[in-house]
């Protein structure tokens, strides 16, 4: 059933203001819904990823505790506990351009600084796209009621050139005005909602991190071997 309201008369009888929130807001959403679904996907792989910790716990060799893990781009206890050998290995090296470092930095000090970065580094890698979500978030709504505003304030013009101020002739254009208002917080809602949980599953898998780097940094510095569970 044709009718003269609604989202395509919206558009078809909005100007290039109206139709730039409408586009702004689309576009937003799209990218919304594509990070969330992205960083949902990632989520779940990194938690499938947590039992290969006892497989590597019980190796009885490093190097066969490397071994144990899987998907190494993209496992982060893979890039943590690779990124803990090789500053272990730079350290104790004694080579000529490392020794300078090597006077500064004793080899406690030195592994602990080097998984940090390393921990760091894998947490910057999981906030991306959340800064875009805290901003769509927070701006959606301002933007749509934006549109809103503007919808209004034509509608009021066409209406008092028109002459005419009945109930129908206002209802309509200023009911369409409100759709953008309508459209700023579906946008808006998903975001919000989408940027808490992924921020507190981060900190979740950042605290996991940081419970391993600290057990990596056990082993290196007492020199302990490895054993299950610990």
């Known amino acids: 059933m044709n009718t003269p309201f609604g989202l395509a008369n919206l558009w078809l009888e909005g100007d290039a203001v109206t139709r730039f929130v409408a586009i702004a807001l689309l576009i937003c959403s799209i990218v919304t819904w594509v990070i969330l679904l992205s960083r949902f996907w990632d989520l779940r792989n990194l938690r499938k990823l947590k039992p290969e910790l006892d497989l590597f716990w019980r190796a009885t060799s490093y190097d066969q505790g490397l071994n144990a893990f899987t998907n190494h781009a993209s496992n982060p ?12 290995t730079h350290h104790q090296s004694q080579s000529t351009n490392h020794r300078e470092l090597l006077q500064t930095l004793n ?14 580094g894998v947490a910057a890698q999981l906030q991306k796209g959340i800064t875009f979500l805290g ?31 009945q109930i129908d002739q206002v209802a309509g254009p200023i009911g369409e005005a409100l759709i953008m208002t309508a459209l700023g ?4 809602i998903p975001a919000v909602l989408g940027f808490n949980a992924i921020n507190r599953a981060n900190k979740l898998l950042v605290a996991d991190l ?9 082993y290196f510095v007492t020199g302990a071997r490895v054993k299950s569970g610990e």
């Open 77 to 88: 206890y893979y890039q943590i506990a690779k990124a803990a050998s090789g500053a272990s």
């Open 107 to 120: 080899y406690s000090e030195w592994m602990a600084r080097s998984l940090k970065n390393s921990i760091d």
């Open 210 to 218: 940081n419970r391993f780097g600290n057990d990596l940094l056990a």
């Open 185 to 188: 917080l579906a946008v808006a």
């Open 135 to 165: 901003s769509t978030g927070a701006t959606a709504p301002f933007i749509g009621l934006f549109g809103t505003v503007w919808g209004i304030y034509h509608a009021l013009i066409a209406i008092s050139s028109s002459g005419s101020a």
